[in-house]
Antibody, heavy 122, light 107 residues
């Protein structure tokens, strides 16, 4: 049974850092393209970042480029999102999602986690 | 960036009705269009990919169509459990972008 479970959210002060985790089960992250998508309270969905199936290539939204970093621990089958220099605009539920289908340039998703809430506030 | 515009932003329909939601891309995206359903307080659920292909387990009451810049999601035989916000997403090029969402209310 495919499942992704996010964790690591919480309340953090502006300018500080936080690391989110996305534990996968029922499939192996090594070999799958994975994404992070976020949703500010009461707002729509915003794509954040993607990691290639071999983990060597990452692409980020302009809004987080230079501040957020995706990584992966294959031994734990876990994906991470390291978030630095956080601002109130980063307050959102963060979802990890598995890519299912691709245009050859980017893709869409089949499985989503339940999300983890990050609140940036002093 | 490719802008995705959904209409209407909200709609109200009765049990048993058929509803259609429209999504328009700011440039041609072939059929690289997906639809998601998000129920209140829940994570999004993937419904459709490649404009018209249903993900496994998605009931046939959901259907999608379109190509290029104009796409539709149709829901037939509306039920109370279809209350949700529906989003379209383009995956023709990065950055991946979503429509602003269509909130479906059941009368």
């Amino acid at each position: 049974q495919v499942q992704v479970v996010e964790s690591g959210g919480g309340v953090v002060q502006p300018g500080r850092s936080l690391r989110l985790s996305c534990a996968a089960s029922g499939f192996t992250l090594n070999g799958r393209v994975m994404h992070w998508v976020r949703q500010a309270p009461g707002k729509g969905l915003e794509w954040v970042a993607v990691m290639s199936s071999d983990g060597t290539s990452k692409t980020y939204a302009d809004s987080v480029k230079g501040r957020f970093t995706m990584s992966r621990d294959d031994s734990k089958n876990t994906l991470y999102l390291e978030m630095n220099s956080l601002s109130p605009g980063d307050t959102a539920i963060y979802y990890c999602a598995r890519e299912s289908h691709s245009s050859g340039r980017c893709g869409t998703f089949d499985y989503w986690g339940q999300g983890t809430l990050v609140t940036v506030s002093s | 960036d490719i802008q995705m515009t959904q209409s209407p932003s909200s709609l109200s329909a009765s049990v048993g009705d058929r509803v259609t939601i429209t999504c328009r891309a700011s440039q041609g995206i072939s059929n690289y269009l997906a639809w998601f359903q998000q129920k209140p307080g829940k994570a999004p659920k993937s419904l459709i990919f490649a404009a018209s292909s249903l993900h496994g387990g998605v009931p046939s009451k959901f259907s999608g169509s379109g190509s290029g810049t104009d796409f539709t999601l149709t829901i037939t035989s509306l039920q109370p459990e279809d209350l949700a916000t529906y989003y379209c997403q383009q995956y023709d090029s990065y950055p991946i972008t979503f429509g602003q969402g269509t909130r479906l209310e059941i009368k």
